[in-house]
T-cell receptor, first 114, second 109 residues
Framework: NAGVTQTPKFQVLKTGQSMTLQCAQDMNHEYMSWYRQDPGMGLRLIHYSVGAGITDQGEVPNGYNVSRSTTEDFPLRLLSAAPSQTSVYFC?????????????FGPGTRLTVL | GQNIDQPTEMTATEGAIVQINCTYQTSGFNGLFWYQQHAGEAPTFLSYNVLDGLEEKGRFSSFLSRSKGYSYLLLKELQMKDSASYLCVRMNRDDKIIFGKGTRLHILP
């Protein structure tokens, strides 16, 4: 199993550009989520999905869109990048009710918006 | 949101025991995770408590009191590699997972 994969690892954007951060998992996990982490801050939930075709907003959803057309993939779209979106983005997945409910994290995408 | 409170930083000595406390709002609460995060890396899972009481996993133990909105992570026989941030994380009944800001633990030789 590859676990949770994220691409790209690093990205630099100009203000106003759009892009998609990719996230995929091969563990057949129902639950997937996106977080951002800023210096000195905990992870903040952007969007999450409890299964294919279902998405919900987290704590900081503005400026981001998600879709969940398959169980495996959960892309995060930045519609019009702003410097305030400079952050490290983590994708995670889990299978609620299975074992310890452990969330598995991808390695992160480090995004800089100029 | 969700008012998860944990100390910002703690310092302990190699070989000692340290307890990291976490309090949270009980409304909408389902369960509590603890994660470890080393600088520049993704968080890694330590524990998940749903029921009251203490759960032990090797050198790490986690405690939960649902009625008090209180949890702690206990680390025994501290090693230098335990220097990291420890994240208190709540899972809500609406499936949202909310992270606290983390406690940065420094281990002194």
């Amino acid at each position: 199993n590859a676990g949770v994969t994220q691409t790209p690892k690093f990205q630099v954007l100009k203000t106003g550009q759009s892009m998609t951060l990719q996230c995929a998992q091969d563990m057949n996990h129902e639950y997937m989520s996106w977080y951002r982490q800023d210096p000195g801050m905990g992870l903040r939930l952007i969007h999450y999905s409890v299964g294919a075709g279902i998405t919900d907003q987290g704590e900081v959803p503005n400026g981001y869109n998600v879709s969940r057309s398959t169980t495996e993939d959960f892309p995060l779209r930045l519609l019009s990048a702003a410097p305030s979106q400079t952050s490290v983005y983590f994708c995670a997945s889990s299978y609620p009710g299975q074992g310890d409910n452990e969330q598995f994290f991808g390695p992160g995408t480090r995004l800089t918006v100029l | 949101g969700q008012n998860i409170d944990q100390p910002t930083e703690m310092t302990a000595t190699e070989g000692a025991i340290v307890q990291i406390n976490c309090t949270y709002q009980t409304s909408g609460f389902n369960g509590l995770f603890w994660y470890q995060q080393h600088a520049g890396e993704a968080p890694t899972f330590l524990s998940y408590n749903v029921l009251d009481g203490l759960e032990e996993k090797g050198r790490f133990s986690s405690f939960l009191s649902r009625s008090k909105g209180y949890s702690y992570l206990l680390l025994k026989e501290l090693q230098m590699k335990d220097s990291a941030s420890y994240l208190c994380v709540r899972m809500n009944r609406d499936d949202k997972i909310i992270f606290g800001k983390g406690t940065r633990l420094h281990i002194l030789p």
